[in-house]
């Protein structure tokens, strides 16, 4: 079996947060299911480099970086372009009550 794993190695500060949501759009178009696609920048990532037991899924205990989008990205996985809120360390960094440059171009 083949693990796909999203993601970049180059880190925060030299890729762009929206280099994230094309490489998992780019999965969803290879023929992966939304689902797997986002799994495979989350919990799967977080799996392939022995780190689940501190965060890659919401449990507690684990870090949790989250997001919320305006949309399904199950159905629509450019939703995932239209950030509304970005939570890190349990703190809001980011939230936005207008759709995104980006996501009003993807659609």
Do not use: Y
């Amino acid at each position: 079996m083949t693990t796909i794993v999203a993601g970049t190695d180059a880190g925060w500060r030299f890729t762009p947060f929206d280099a994230l949501p094309e490489e998992v759009a780019l999965l969803c178009r290879s023929g992966i299911p939304a689902m797997s696609a986002i799994q495979a920048a989350t919990s799967r990532a977080a799996a392939v480099m022995g780190r689940e037991h501190e965060f890659g899924s919401v449990k507690p205990g684990l870090a949790a970086d989250l997001i919320a989008v305006h949309g399904d990205p199950l159905t629509d996985i450019a939703a995932l372009r239209d950030l509304r809120l970005v939570m890190q360390a349990g703190a809001v960094h980011a939230q936005s009550t207008t759709a995104s440059p980006a996501a009003a171009a993807a659609r």
